[in-house]
């Protein structure tokens, strides 16, 4: 069912289906962010329309029940849906009556703005709008218990103290409506049942032309937010300047950059992927360059950049705060961080920036050769080695029962190109800012060297996985070795891991794992634990595009057609984005997050290059 998503600007959001109906325990109108997104608050869960034609009342939501049923199926009246300049529209057709329904974030503040709009009609029409509400963890549910705290202020009311509601003609209500149920949550294997409070209904006689403006926000409750109509078109102001500023020449590109913008936090800082992730280090340095230097937004990324260095520690950067905690378990989210300076510089001419940031790098990658966490040091061949007993530090990092999936302890193909690229990164930095280049350009060296001969297979069969790790080398064909190839510092300038990689390649992009290994498994779905062992283990991941497309283009090998699919997905799943995986069989279901952050970076930096450019 295709999904619509509007971003605050602070990793809160309103998303939902096209139809109405709310399947996931994350869809909401107001979905309130802490720390970019790392806890999120499900605030107003739906504002449900409902005409008042003479003595028919027609109710334009749509809900699913815990006893299976549907009701009332609004979905039954919609003519039209579109989302257009970011902005979510929907048409209903009642009779000769014509609803439509708009929806904005009041940007850079938590709230939500949506309009009431009577397009036809013979006569006054009564609309109401009524308002189900919660307060709760985004991740969890909330079942019937003492009544809330609603209470009344001017054109609407307070829920529990945490946000406000203002719209006319506010009518109190107050019930539990028991058993709203999520259908993706019970395909996954999670809670999937609720309870939510009917908290009234905001209602208003409308002639053609005229509207109901609800808006919802959190924060400072006493600071009025601008009326509805005014956050609706502030938003597409937003994604024509954004448009603007990007230099976007066709409706694929003018998507892709209106989509971008979603993950985009103040900080600034990126969202890893909607609705359940916050920041990622290693999502938002793979992001980076599409999320920032394709759209023109370099000024914020150079921001982002600076920030990020100073956060080093031990050369390491901090993975995510997902998890409740700050924690350092990433091998390559460093080494992403170099390449991002890197290609910054290289784009933008800002030596400054370099000047800015070398001394951290090069301190950081001072803490990779000498040692750092979870066992991380330059082995004696100049390569990058890693791993611990039950630690993941690959982007492979997958868990269940708290062991690895794709554990990947010993020297990664993937790290070992980025090591040999970030040398490289580092070393050009230096040299750009008239500073001695030596030490890293001979780690380079050493590293390049002992990297085609570690990890180059004989034959013509690409890369190994993993060499010297417990298991010895792994020959599992897998897409990490396209980085060998595809990075601007990459080790090889052969085409065989390019060719090794070309049965994992599908419409959405590339299989983790080859169908021909016997640990394959072609669907990415069911529970927690079924997922988990199928996230790298053949699943699709869509921003491995970008890594095959530097590869092609940095060998001359055509890639006609490559992003076709990809690009058709835009208006699937995550309407106008790029979801996070998909099925590793045919038809390639999507799955996991419907909007993720790299999926549209990549997709976006390599449709704007266009094939052949680098």
Request: net charge positive.
């Given at each position: 069912?295709?999904?619509w998503l509007v971003a605050d600007g602070l990793g809160g959001y309103a998303s939902?289906?096209?139809?109405?109906?709310?399947?996931?325990r994350y869809h909401g109108i107001l979905v309130v962010a802490r720390d970019a997104g790392s806890a999120r608050m499900l605030g107003v869960a739906s504002l449900d329309p409902v005409l008042v034609i003479g003595e028919r009342r027609v109710r334009l939501a749509t809900h699913e029940w815990a006893s299976g049923a549907v009701d009332p199926v609004g979905n039954a009246h919609l003519v039209r849906f579109a989302v257009e300049g970011g902005v979510p529209r929907w048409t209903f057709a009642v009779g000769d009556v014509v609803l439509e329904r708009e929806l904005a974030a009041h940007r850079g503040r938590p709230g939500v703005g949506v309009v009431h709009r009577v397009v036809r009609a013979p006569g006054p029409v009564r609309v109401e709008v009524e308002a189900l509400c919660t307060w709760r963890d985004a991740h969890g549910e909330r079942f019937a218990g003492p009544d809330p705290s609603v209470s009344p202020v001017a054109s609407g009311f307070v829920f529990e103290g945490a946000y406000r509601l203002r719209g006319p003609g506010y009518v109190p209500a107050g019930a539990w409506y028991r058993g709203v149920r999520y259908r993706e949550e019970a395909e996954r294997g999670l809670g999937c049942v609720e309870d939510l409070w009917f908290a009234g209904r905001f209602v208003a006689l409308l002639t053609p032309g005229d509207a109901l403006e609800v808006d919802c926000w959190a924060g400072d409750l006493d600071d009025e937010p601008p009326p509805a109509r005014a956050a609706v078109v502030d938003a597409r102001r937003r994604a024509a300047a954004l448009v603007a500023t990007a230099g976007a020449t066709d409706d694929h590109m003018r998507a892709l950059v209106v989509a971008a913008d979603q993950f985009v936090v103040e900080g600034p800082d990126v969202v890893a992927g909607y609705p359940w992730f916050g920041s990622w280090s290693r999502d938002t340095m793979?992001?980076?360059?599409?999320?920032?230097?394709?759209?023109?937004?370099a000024g914020e990324g150079r921001a982002l950049l600076v920030r990020a260095a100073s956060s080093l520690s031990r050369g390491m950067l901090a993975n995510t705060a997902d998890v409740g905690t700050t924690t350092y378990n990433t091998i390559d989210a460093t080494l992403w961080l170099l390449h991002a300076a890197c290609r910054h510089v290289s784009r933008t001419g800002d030596v400054d920036l370099a000047s800015e940031l070398v001394r951290a790098l090069a301190d950081a990658v001072e803490h990779y050769v000498a040692g750092t966490r979870f066992g991380i040091c330059m082995d004696a061949d100049g390569l990058l080695t890693g791993g611990e007993e039950g630690i993941a530090l690959t982007w492979m990092d997958a868990r269940v029962d708290e062991a690895p999936v794709t554990a990947r302890a010993g020297k990664a193909v993937e790290v070992n190109a980025l090591w040999v690229n970030g040398l490289a990164s580092l070393a050009t930095l230096l040299e750009a800012t008239g500073a001695d280049a030596s030490r890293p350009r001979a780690l380079e060296r050493l590293a390049r060297a002992a990297f085609a001969r570690r990890f180059v297979r004989p034959g013509g069969h690409g890369c190994f996985d993993v060499v010297d790790g417990p298991g010895g080398d792994d020959p599992s064909v897998r897409p990490n070795q396209l980085l060998a190839v595809s990075l601007p510092y990459a080790p090889l300038d052969d085409a065989a891991?390019?060719?090794?990689?070309?049965?994992?390649?599908?419409?959405?992009?590339?299989?983790?794992?080859?169908?021909?290994?016997?640990?394959?498994?072609?669907?990415?779905?069911?529970g927690v634990a079924d997922r988990d062992r199928?996230?790298?283990?053949?699943?699709?991941?869509?921003?491995?595009?970008g890594p095959y497309a530097d590869a092609c283009d940095r060998l001359g090998v055509a890639r006609?057609?490559?992003?076709t699919g990809l690009l058709?997905?835009?208006?699937?799943d995550g309407i106008g984005s790029v979801s996070e995986t998909a099925d590793g069989a045919a038809p390639h279901g999507a799955t996991g997050c419907p909007f993720q952050a790299w999926s549209v970076a990549e997709l976006l930096r390599v449709h704007a290059r266009g094939p052949g450019a680098r």
């Open positions: 069912m295709r999904e939902g289906t096209v139809a109405g109906l709310r399947t996931r793979t992001s980076y360059e599409g999320l920032f230097l394709a759209t023109g937004r891991p390019l060719r090794a990689c070309a049965p994992l390649l599908t419409p959405l992009g590339l299989r983790s794992l080859s169908p021909e290994d016997p640990a394959y498994r072609p669907v990415h779905r069911g199928a996230y790298h283990e053949g699943t699709v991941w869509p921003w491995l595009v006609d057609g490559l992003l058709a997905h835009l208006g699937d």
